[in-house]
């Protein structure tokens, strides 16, 4: 780790919570003894772009540095992993702990660009906002002063020291202003390098500070506005703020000059920008009712009084997410089609079969990345969505039910699960039962259906 602090740039993203009928947060946080068939742990899919200013002057970390970007996730993982218990309580004061969110981030691919304009996040340009540029209503030389129509002296001087000329003939180029006075409807800028020409045309702006942090244009051009992975941006900027960063869409999130953050710093950065990604917001003004009312943000230690160490607080500790936090991210990526589709749970794994053992009925919606088993005897009621993996059965054994209560098992990876197996028991996957009143059987009510399975 090169230093220890913790680089506390970044931009308050206000993502809104729409309550859908998804069921209850509650439902879906994965407390400690809660199984991992009906909590499973949420892997997101995501790429890094590295993005160099140019090949000579890459001002970035090195793609092949593979010690700096892995250190990077596992610190990230861990983050969402061991989580700490909170050190502010919310105002009932009751601890409300979870010691892994069992969220995880998976890094399938890094890509290399070579553009300086997608590096470059925070600058000094021209402003072309507004009524700016001005147009240039005379020169006079032997003043070295330039005149506009319109009195813009207390705009002028509020935008700092350095002004541009452009579309002129002979006098385009930065300058600095030595006075700026207005007469009457008139505005009058003396400056202090020479102009060259008393030809009027061309027009005069000031220099603001351009911020492309949280602009989606890397993601659109690099990315092609892909949607089936979270795509991380390594930049940079000419500004000389630390390091940065922000997340405001659940399919990119842009962080810049880790080249120049501390090791654990960056990541620490990277873990609370992929919380906004996720939909979290910051803690100063609390999300869930298990929050504190107040948190209080800056370089400070995290304590018992007034900040929490919250990851999406601003401290020097953030290593806890409530369960609300938590729940709130497995509710959304089990239930929105579109945001499944970034994680890897639509993956077919047999070691992520489900095995029902007994009569249960699931409120919840759930991600399915292995085969379906309903043992025998046994009813499954479901009455949330379920989202197999490509090619994943379910499996009704001897005298076994399945009821599909209002809602559909489908796949939302854009792929199709695999049927349903009529058996004796897993064990014996290939040979049904010998009477046919013994098959396992499929029950919908309340519209229920399977959608986007192979037959």
């Given at each position: 780790m090169n230093r220890l602090c913790f680089v506390l740039i970044a931009f308050f993203q206000i993502l809104s919570y729409t309550p859908q009928d998804y069921g209850a947060i509650e439902n879906y946080i994965p407390y400690e003894f809660s199984s991992y068939y009906t909590h499973p742990v949420l892997t997101l899919k995501t790429i890094l772009h590295v993005v160099y200013r140019t090949k000579n002057d890459p001002r970035n970390i090195m793609a092949d540095?593979?010690?700096?970007?892995n250190q990077q996730f596992q610190w990230v993982n861990n983050s969402y992993k061991n989580l700490k218990p909170p050190t502010l309580l919310p105002e009932n004061k009751v601890i409300h702990y979870v010691p892994d969110s069992r969220i995880?981030?998976?890094l399938d691919t890094i890509l290399v660009h070579y553009d300086s304009i997608a590096w470059d996040r925070i600058y000094y340009g021209i402003a072309m906002n507004g009524s700016f540029p001005l147009k240039i209503d005379s020169i006079n030389l032997e003043k070295n002063e330039v005149k506009l129509i319109g009195r813009w002296e207390s705009v002028l001087n509020s935008r700092g020291d350095s002004l541009s000329i452009g579309g002129s003939n002979k006098n385009n180029g930065v300058y600095h202003p030595l006075s700026i006075y207005s007469r009457e409807n008139n505005t009058y800028i003396v400056m202090k390098e020479p102009l060259k020409s008393k030809d009027s045309s061309g027009h005069i702006t000031y220099f603001r500070k351009i911020d492309k942090n949280c602009w989606k244009d890397n993601w659109e051009k690099l990315a092609g506005s892909d949607k089936n992975?979270?795509?991380?941006?390594?930049?940079?900027?000419?500004?000389?703020?630390?390091?940065?960063?922000?997340?405001?869409s659940p399919y990119f999130l842009n962080l810049s000059k880790l080249n120049l953050n501390g090791d654990y710093a960056s990541a620490s950065l990277t873990a609370h920008e992929l919380g906004h990604c996720l939909g979290l917001r910051?803690?100063?003004y609390p999300q869930f009712n298990d929050l504190p009312a107040r948190d209080k943000f800056g370089f400070i230690p995290c304590d018992?009084?007034?900040?929490?160490?919250?990851?999406?607080?601003?401290?020097?500790c953030r290593n806890y997410l409530s369960p609300k936090q938590i729940g709130f991210i497995h509710q959304k990526y089990s239930n929105d089609t579109a945001l499944i589709r970034t994680t890897a749970n639509g993956e077919f794994?047999?070691?992520n079969n489900v095995k029902i053992k007994w009569n249960k009925t699931?409120?919840?919606?759930?991600?399915?990345?292995?085969?379906l088993i309903i043992k025998p005897g046994r009813t499954l009621t479901i009455k949330k969505m379920v989202s197999m993996a490509k090619g994943a059965n379910i499996y009704l054994c001897r005298k076994s039910k399945l009821i599909v209560d209002g809602t559909v098992i489908t796949n939302s990876h854009g792929e199709k699960w695999g049927t349903i197996v009529l058996c004796k028991s897993y064990r014996k996957k290939n040979r049904k039962p010998y009477?046919?009143?013994?098959?396992?059987?499929?029950?919908?009510?309340n519209g229920g259906a399977l959608k986007n399975h192979t037959n």
């Amino acid at each position: 780790m090169n230093r220890l602090c913790f680089v506390l740039i970044a931009f308050f993203q206000i993502l809104s919570y729409t309550p859908q009928d998804y069921g209850a947060i509650e439902n879906y946080i994965p407390y400690e003894f809660s199984s991992y068939y009906t909590h499973p742990v949420l892997t997101l899919k995501t790429i890094l772009h590295v993005v160099y200013r140019t090949k000579n002057d890459p001002r970035n970390i090195m793609a092949d540095n593979m010690d700096f970007i892995n250190q990077q996730f596992q610190w990230v993982n861990n983050s969402y992993k061991n989580l700490k218990p909170p050190t502010l309580l919310p105002e009932n004061k009751v601890i409300h702990y979870v010691p892994d969110s069992r969220i995880r981030f998976r890094l399938d691919t890094i890509l290399v660009h070579y553009d300086s304009i997608a590096w470059d996040r925070i600058y000094y340009g021209i402003a072309m906002n507004g009524s700016f540029p001005l147009k240039i209503d005379s020169i006079n030389l032997e003043k070295n002063e330039v005149k506009l129509i319109g009195r813009w002296e207390s705009v002028l001087n509020s935008r700092g020291d350095s002004l541009s000329i452009g579309g002129s003939n002979k006098n385009n180029g930065v300058y600095h202003p030595l006075s700026i006075y207005s007469r009457e409807n008139n505005t009058y800028i003396v400056m202090k390098e020479p102009l060259k020409s008393k030809d009027s045309s061309g027009h005069i702006t000031y220099f603001r500070k351009i911020d492309k942090n949280c602009w989606k244009d890397n993601w659109e051009k690099l990315a092609g506005s892909d949607k089936n992975a979270i795509h991380i941006f390594y930049t940079g900027a000419t500004s000389s703020k630390p390091a940065f960063g922000c997340g405001p869409s659940p399919y990119f999130l842009n962080l810049s000059k880790l080249n120049l953050n501390g090791d654990y710093a960056s990541a620490s950065l990277t873990a609370h920008e992929l919380g906004h990604c996720l939909g979290l917001r910051h803690t100063n003004y609390p999300q869930f009712n298990d929050l504190p009312a107040r948190d209080k943000f800056g370089f400070i230690p995290c304590d018992s009084t007034t900040t929490s160490n919250n990851i999406m607080g601003y401290n020097k500790c953030r290593n806890y997410l409530s369960p609300k936090q938590i729940g709130f991210i497995h509710q959304k990526y089990s239930n929105d089609t579109a945001l499944i589709r970034t994680t890897a749970n639509g993956e077919f794994n047999p070691l992520n079969n489900v095995k029902i053992k007994w009569n249960k009925t699931w409120n919840k919606a759930i991600v399915i990345s292995g085969h379906l088993i309903i043992k025998p005897g046994r009813t499954l009621t479901i009455k949330k969505m379920v989202s197999m993996a490509k090619g994943a059965n379910i499996y009704l054994c001897r005298k076994s039910k399945l009821i599909v209560d209002g809602t559909v098992i489908t796949n939302s990876h854009g792929e199709k699960w695999g049927t349903i197996v009529l058996c004796k028991s897993y064990r014996k996957k290939n040979r049904k039962p010998y009477r046919k009143i013994n098959y396992g059987k499929i029950i919908y009510k309340n519209g229920g259906a399977l959608k986007n399975h192979t037959n």
